[in-house]
């Protein structure tokens, strides 16, 4: 299955790299992610290039399988609550006058 590594580094533009590898996601990610922990230049030979690079530059790495299903999200829409308007009574007030006297 193809396998899409976009690889992001600091002030440059992504570099995408295409993979032809039949190997579980999960385990073609690991033995991708030892790049990051290698010394100062490392090569990594896809199926159809070479690339040589600088592992201190790469921030991170997004590795994607072509043609495999997105997971589904589940979003549920909130439903509108409407709060009944509820009028205040009115009250009478009644005034005391007291008068000295």
């Known amino acids: 299955m193809k396998k899409i590594i976009k690889i992001l580094q600091s002030n440059v533009e992504p570099t995408i790299i295409i ?5 579980d996601l999960s385990e073609y990610v ?4 030892n790049i990051l922990s ?5 090569i ?19 590795v994607t399988e072509e043609g495999r299903p997105k997971p589904k ?7 509108k ?13 009644q005034e005391d006058i007291i ?3």
């Open 99 to 101: 008068t000295d006297g």
């Open 44 to 62: 990594l030979e896809t199926s159809g290039s070479t690339h040589i690079l600088r592992p201190q530059k790469i921030i991170s790495m997004v």
């Open 81 to 93: 609550v409407e709060i009944p308007k509820v009028e205040k009574p009115k009250e009478d007030i």
């Open 19 to 23: 993979d032809e590898d039949d190997s």
């Open 73 to 79: 999200r589940k979003y549920t829409k909130k439903k």
């Open 30 to 33: 690991q033995s991708l992610s």
């Open 38 to 42: 290698a010394g100062n230049v490392t």
